[in-house]
């Protein structure tokens, strides 16, 4: 199982990004697609995480107004959209895939990770 992530950028505080992550390899679509990020010195932080087969996602509750998840079947790509960015969203992103994810928000949870790529928001 491999996993690429994409869409590394720096943004001003409002503006949008959108990552994408590249999954490929997995034998199946019964298999979840989740989103991290770290801040700067500091741990990790589940944003959101979608189920391939079902469509079905999960929100890191106070991102949920401004973070969508969605997936794209067809390319095997997994989308975080980020809107109204802010200074505080500023971190490295990460995109990681599981078979048996029952905690969405438990990275442990997670087999397989991508690079991650760097958001930065900044005036």
């Known amino acids: 199982v491999q996993l690429q992530a994409s869409g590394e950028g720096s943004v001003q505080p409002g503006g949008s990004l959108r990552l994408s992550c590249a999954v490929s390899g997995f034998p199946d679509i019964y298999y979840a697609i989740g989103w991290f990020r770290q801040a700067p010195g500091q741990g990790r932080e589940a944003v959101a995480c979608?189920?391939?087969?079902?469509?079905?996602?999960y929100y890191n509750t106070p991102l949920e107004e401004r973070f969508k998840i969605s997936s794209d079947g067809a390319k095997n790509m997994i989308y975080l959209q980020m809107d109204n960015l802010k200074p505080h969203d500023t971190a490295t992103y990460y995109c990681?895939?599981?078979?048996?994810?029952?905690?969405?928000?438990?990275?442990?949870?997670?087999?397989?990770w991508g690079q991650g790529t760097l958001i930065t928001v900044s005036s």
């Open positions: 990681a895939g599981g078979r048996a994810v029952l905690i969405w928000s438990d990275e442990s949870e997670y087999d397989y």
């Open positions: 979608i189920r391939r087969h079902d469509g079905i996602t």
